[in-house]
């Protein structure tokens, strides 16, 4: 078989996946991805409203004013939360609201109940002069019709959800959350709830860490269970995950029999288009395009595997999921506390705590999640690069 | 009533709460809190195994070994992954084994397929030598009895499910997500499904917005609808929430009067700690303590009871969680497009769209919701400061 090794980035544009999630129409929650940009049917607000408590006026009889001469006017009313304001406001008259008032006919400014006294009931002084507009939230300032509330591709925050309820659009159309099956393998791997292991059986370590990030990605995890070292057993089960789900993620056994057979089935189900990534750890990862749908085939060390995870099925259950603008990761600068070596043409992915602004690399073998586990972040040391020296500013990508 | 206003730092100070959710015992997942170490029954792995594909040997066999001269051993077997070894390894021997296969008795390293030929079959040459313990994972390298797999007050990361996975831990004891009542008031605030509005009304849209951040933060959201301004109404509904919930947050109205009104309750309900925030937007803030739940009331412009969810609520809601080592923020620095001119004393929350480096800052009132959903993300103008000028560095905190 020909071996094609890739950078991360070769392999992502190589590995362009047709394949999109369903698109539902559901309410609007956190994390959704509308699948369209979501326009507003209305004008928001509808009318003007009072953005201070003060007395609604007729900005034209403030012009005057001063701390040295208040404009005197005559209060002829007070306007109610949540009601359509009783009678209109007239030249030289004042009406007492509240914030979030409906705008009385006549007035055209809000004066800053701050910026006035009662000199008798009934009346009020202005201390300040006001602008048309002053203190006034204009019908349309939120949004005008056609105007996009939430765009396409960008998963919803929660300014998202009120802009959304304020514009009364309690349905829209999203990609479902897509279906990331997860395939274990190994004639040696049992599942974690095995009380007492035989010689040689490890528990699936990969899976349950692999629906975790698959989740935190905005995909679905369907956990297909654990196949053995037997090619019928494996198609039938990837054949089968190729035809239900969006995306097929397979934890290969760590021996390079486990390796070819994910490959040689891979190929029979779709187009390897990368074998091999210039990343360490993490070089036996298989990319695969089984009719649209991404198989990614990971290597078998468990660290291995959630690193090569989230540089490639990261972006590739995005993709899916129909999210053209992800959320940032979270990263923090700090300083190397120690020279690391690396490899050129190979992509080094270190994983290191942080504390008080110095990095420290935390090694071992990437048979081991323990230094993952115990890791405020990774940082990388790029292809191009024989190493970083210690005191260099690295950036650690932060798990969160 | 004597008002207190506090800053950020001094009101999280001040509003300590007793409070924690319920302990359970799950299954781990992604996101839980541990509510206690969470220690290793067994020493993992159970045995010694083979980090690379290669042959298992004698260390001491192959100290004159190199590609000159290389060692030549008989292959006595070959290790199948998942079972016991057959047979040992004796002086001048070696078996075939895979990566993740068990170490046969008599064998102290692993000598890597790429490091050999086959001269002939039965037999390997060795062109490197290799010290006892090389391409082996050693018994409770991973972890040993006791040792802690994952700290108690810390979400779950992917790598934490992996490593619990591989040490058969099925169930721990982690906190629940917090119950955090949201609480609409407002005679003018009605359901985001309203289709046509009356003038005066406004869709309820702090609740899905704050439901969501409620979320995110590890809580989950119980939402408790909309109350009128009144307030026997609203002491009824909020001493429920506090007899039921972790934690209450009122949604206010804008008013002055609502404000007034939140703050009469709570104090008939707790022990009012802060009455005003130094933030803007987001002064009429109040916290309250209700015999350990705490109790946060917003101010009524909804992207300022954003703005000031983010800065107190989401601390309060991880508090209550029992987490105590919360997962880092995403943060960008960015050089500032504009001055940007603030007051001494006070904390400005500023929104910001990050592009090419730069952070341009988005104005506009505080009762628009759209400044922050076109944000990328805010920064702030810190308490000591009259403002920053152009071009400074800017830390975003990113939305995500």
Redesign the interface.
């Known amino acids: 078989m020909f071996l094609t090794v890739m950078t991360v980035a070769e392999a992502l544009i190589a590995l362009a996946p047709a394949r999109r999630s369903a698109v539902l129409r559901v309410a ?3 994390g959704a991805v509308p699948a369209r940009d979501v326009r507003s049917d209305e004008e928001i ?3 003007a ?1 009072a ?1 201070v ?1 003060g007395y609604a006026v007729r900005a034209s009889d403030t012009y005057a004013a001063s701390e040295a001469l208040p404009a005197f006017l005559e209060v002829t009313g007070s ?7 009783e009678g209109e406001v007239g030249p030289g008259a004042a009406m007492a609201i ?5 705008l009385p006919h006549g007035a055209d400014a809000v004066v800053m ?1 701050e910026h006035t006294t009662e000199p008798m009931p009934g009346h009020v002084e202005l201390l300040r002069r006001v602008a048309p507009g002053d203190g006034v ?1 204009h019908p349309g ?3 005008r019709p056609g105007d996009v ?2 765009p396409a591709g960008r998963p ?15 349905e829209i159309a999203v990609h479902a959350r897509p279906r990331v099956a997860i395939v274990s393998t ?4 049992v599942p ?4 007492a ?17 698959v ?2 990605a905005g995909g679905e995890p369907v956990l297909r269970g654990i196949v053995p ?1 037997d090619a019928a057993a494996l198609e039938r089960v990837l054949a089968e995950a190729v035809g239900e789900d969006d995306m097929v993620v397979v934890s290969a ?6 390796r070819d057979l994910t490959a040689t089935v891979a190929g029979r189900l779709g187009e390897v288009v990368c074998h091999g990534l210039a990343v360490k750890p993490g070089k036996p990862t298989l990319l695969a395009d089984c009719g649209g749908v991404p198989l990614v085939g990971l290597p ?4 291995s595997a ?1 690193v090569v995870f989230r540089l490639v099925g990261i972006p590739l259950v995005r993709t899916v999921a129909g999210i053209t603008a992800p ?6 600068r700090a300083r190397l506390g120690r020279d690391v070596p690396s490899a050129a043409g190979r992509l080094d992915v270190v994983q290191a705590s942080v504390r008080d602004g110095v990095a420290t690399p935390l090694f ?7 230094p ?2 115990r ?2 972040g990774w940082f990388c040391v790029p292809e191009a690069d024989l190493g970083l020296a210690a005191d260099v500013e690295v950036e650690v990508a ?3």
Request: charged share 15%; net charge negative; proline share 10%.
């Open positions: 609007p929650a956190l607000p509808p009318h409203r953005t408590d306007v109610a939360m949540g009601r359509a304001p509240p914030t979030g008032g409906l109940v939230l300032e939120e949004a509330l939430a919803l925050r929660a300014a998202d959800l009120g802009l959304l309820a304020a514009a009364g659009v309690t190994g004639d040696e791997v974690a709830a095995t009380r292991l035989e010689p040689g059986q490890v528990r699936d370590a990969c899976a349950p860490a692999l629906a975790g990030l989740r935190a070292d056994g760590s021996s390079v029999g486990a078998g060390n468990p660290r959630l959320a940032p990761a979270p990263t923090v071992g073998s990437s048979a081991l999640l323990g993952m586990a890791a405020d932060l798990y969160g």
